[in-house]
């Protein structure tokens, strides 16, 4: 059975840093792409960052323009967990961020929710102004 389940959401203040975590269980995660998405309240669920692993090069992280700079997404593959480091979080972060898995083999644009397999519960990042 696959499992995704994210941790670290919370309350933060403006200029603040969340760091939120998902582990996976019942797939083999080095071959997974790994996704953080999130959805606001009347709003679409959007991307934020994803990455590639090869073991050839290593990781390979993409990120939403909204959030390039301030956002580190990273990945354990011994621990089979990926980690998305948030800071200088605005009001307009808030959302449920949910942690997406994709076979690596099978996906062809890490932006796009419709290609990921799994998803985890979300976990919910509010900041205050």
């Known amino acids: 059975q696959v499992q995704l389940v994210e941790s670290g959401g919370g309350l933060v203040q403006a200029g603040g840093s969340l760091r939120l975590s998902c582990t996976a269980s019942g797939l083999t995660f080095s071959s997974l792409v790994m996704g953080w998405f999130r959805q606001a309240p009347g709003k679409e669920r959007e991307f934020v960052s994803a990455?590639?692993?090869?073991?050839?090069?290593?990781?390979?992280?993409y990120y939403a323009d909204s959030v390039k700079g301030r956002f580190t997404i990273s990945r354990d593959n011994a621990k089979s967990t990926t980690n998305l480091q948030m800071n200088s979080l605005k009001p307009e972060d808030t959302a449920l961020y949910y942690c997406?898995?994709?076979?690596?083999?099978?996906?062809?644009?890490?932006?796009?929710?419709?290609?990921?397999?799994?998803w985890g519960q979300g976990t919910q990042v509010t900041v205050s102004s």
């Open positions: 990455i590639k692993w090869s073991r050839w090069s290593g990781g390979y992280a």
């Open positions: 997406a898995a994709a076979v690596a083999a099978g996906i062809s644009n890490v932006l796009d929710a419709g290609q990921y397999d799994y």
